[in-house]
């Protein structure tokens, strides 16, 4: 049977994360062409080399370990952004799926974190590590917006985007509300703001938490993902973790909303899977949603990042949530029109067939 290995930073079944769900997709989609899909997670490896950031260490010793495999044992390999960093040169068939570069995430971030945790990203992670994981390599992109920021930090200009899956046959508009906020005890006349991510500045989580406390009619559940800190929770805000896909369905379904204020994006899972079930995204033009909220009637929730600092943001946020519910009619034609959207561009199909296409699987 062939063999193809996925080289990436994470156990994708016990970590939960965008990179983490694409990862299972692509196992599922290798198994179902007859192509036996094996792992090699960065975190499984010791810095053997002895670098001074640590997990950096373990992404260099997992590159560097496949220069030791003899050049038939894959079909091809699969690295998931600067997890390649420490492969090269490319010995076997090689494929780099850009979920973001680090070079205009740390631009997003600067002066928000430590000088030297900018410089580490944009230059270790960024300069060096994904420019070593692209070398040799078919490039991928997971949008538009990627694929402009690897020629604009990189110079790399020969990318295919192939945008990240969402399985619109399992992420749908479930029409039983009031019996899902049962079974999480929320009560059926608030109004229910969502946040999914992980709890760090990158995501907005000091301006969820503006919100939060300032709008104080309305309940918030926040979703936290691997990594991150832990937010804050009240009488007003529910803190749930580890959930599994099925769970997010639920409370995809149970919520009136999303917030998405975040600085970066190179996709936007959550906020792709919460328009699948027809749940308005209120948020900032990033990854996917660039493109989204270019077009009517979602532009109107769009948040420009460059109002995220200001004193007015709750205020541009709440007039974004009184527009959603001032009219039952037009909430509905959003929450038609947004898993409209995600059936069209982003499904589970057009992801297989066009990684099919360019793994040769078929």
Not at 53 to 69: D, K, N
Not at 259 to 279: D, K, T
Not at 311 to 336: A, G, K, P
Request: proline letters at 4%; charged letters at 20%.
């Amino acid at each position: 049977m062939r063999k193809a290995l996925i080289l990436t930073g994470f156990n994708p079944y016990s970590v939960t994360g965008g990179i983490e769900t694409f990862t299972q997709t692509l196992i599922d989609l290798l198994n179902s062409s007859g192509v036996n899909p094996e792992l090699a997670c960065a975190s499984g490896f010791e810095n053997a080399y002895n670098l001074k950031h640590e997990f950096i260490g373990q992404v260099y010793a997992a590159g560097r370990s496949l220069s030791a495999l003899p050049s038939d044992r894959y079909k091809f390999i699969l690295c998931n952004g600067y997890y390649g960093g420490g492969y090269f040169p490319k010995k076997f068939k090689t494929f780099t799926v850009f979920h973001s570069t680090h070079a205009a995430y740390a631009e997003a971030i600067k002066g928000l974190v430590p000088l030297s945790t900018y410089l580490e990203i944009r230059f270790i992670v960024g300069e060096l590590f994904e420019q070593t994981a692209a070398s040799g390599a078919k490039i991928i992109a997971v949008s538009k917006s990627v694929r402009c920021e690897l020629e604009r930090y990189y110079g790399l200009k020969q990318v295919e985007i192939i945008p990240n899956p969402i399985d619109a046959g399992f992420f749908l508009r479930l029409l039983n509300k009031e019996i899902l906020r049962s079974k999480y005890r929320i009560r059926h006349d608030r109004k229910v703001g969502l946040f999914v991510g992980r709890w760090e500045l990158s995501k907005g989580s000091d301006i969820v938490q503006n919100v939060i406390k300032n709008l104080k009619n309305l309940f918030w559940i926040i979703v936290t993902c691997s990594g991150g800190e832990a937010p804050p929770a009240n009488d007003n805000v529910r803190v749930l973790s580890g959930l599994k896909k099925e769970q997010m369905l639920e409370i995809y379904n149970l919520s009136d909303f999303m917030l998405f204020p975040s600085r970066y994006e190179g996709f936007g899972l959550a906020a792709a899977e919460a328009m699948a079930c027809g749940l308005p995204v209120i948020g900032t033009p990033v990854g996917f949603l660039a493109e989204a909220y270019s077009e009517t009637p979602f532009s109107v929730f769009s948040i420009p990042v460059s109002s995220l600092d200001g004193d007015d943001i709750v205020m541009r946020i709440n007039d974004r949530i009184d527009r959603l519910f001032h009219d039952r009619d037009f909430y509905e034609e959003i929450s038609r029109r947004s898993r409209e959207l995600i059936v069209k561009n982003y499904n589970l199909t057009i992801w297989h067939n066009r990684m099919k296409e360019i793994l040769c699987l078929s």
